[in-house]
């Protein structure tokens, strides 16, 4: 009988090595530039919860997204390829980037457009700030998924922030409130900084992407 203790710790490089092959594709500015075939799944979030830094960790590449101490860099829909036809796509921050309404306006329509016309799209990340959890823009981006019937999966980023305790506890109240409100997402906790919750994030893209 195989001791417990003998099992191997997961290496997250190992299960995330699929990841590990992507690579800038395009940066869309219009619904006539999204690629038109494939499989892809989308991260969107608040302009500083950290999701270029969690699709750099997925990846394994410090310089696959952008990341920036200025919110809202990301301007354009920007696509992702592991191989022809499955990919990764990095959408533009919400709320809180100092730019101009009208810019403000212009991200909000190619990323509605993004959303509504996309075939290849089959799952939407939307990040969160571990600490401050679905704000009113987190809300109307997963009602549109919940409207839609596009699966959504809620990442609590920054884990590493706060203690073991509060992490639960944030996570516990998230599903809670989504379940009062009637919308079905799945809720993790991840930190891009120490890796954890990168296996179950793997886990998830793979049933989304068919891998």
Known sequence: MNNP???????????????????????????KQFPPEGREVAFAGRSNAGKSSAINTLCDNK???????????????????????????DLPGYGFAKV???????????????????????????????????NDYDWQMLEW?????????????KADK???????????????????AGINASVQTFSALKKTGLDELVTKLNGWLAL
Not at 63 to 89: I, W
């Open 63 to 89: 310089s696959l997204a952008r990341t920036s101490k200025t919110p809202g860099r990301t301007r354009l829909v920007n696509f992702f390829e592991m191989d022809e036809g499955h990919r990764l796509v």
């Open 100 to 134: 101009p309404v009208a810019m403000k306006n212009e991200w909000q329509k190619l990323m509605t457009q993004y959303l509504s016309e996309q075939q290849a799209l089959n799952g939407l990340v939307v990040i969160m700030d571990i600490r401050h959890p679905l």
């Open 162 to 180: 706060i203690k073991r305790g509060a992490q639960q506890n944030s996570k516990l109240k998230t599903q809670k409130l989504l379940k009062d």
């Open 5 to 31: 203790s003998d099992k191997k710790t997961p290496d997250l490089a190992v299960n995330n090595r699929y990841y590990r092959k992507a690579s800038f594709l395009i940066s869309a500015g219009s619904a």
């Open 145 to 157: 998924c919940d409207h839609f019937q596009l699966p959504a999966h809620v990442l609590l980023t």
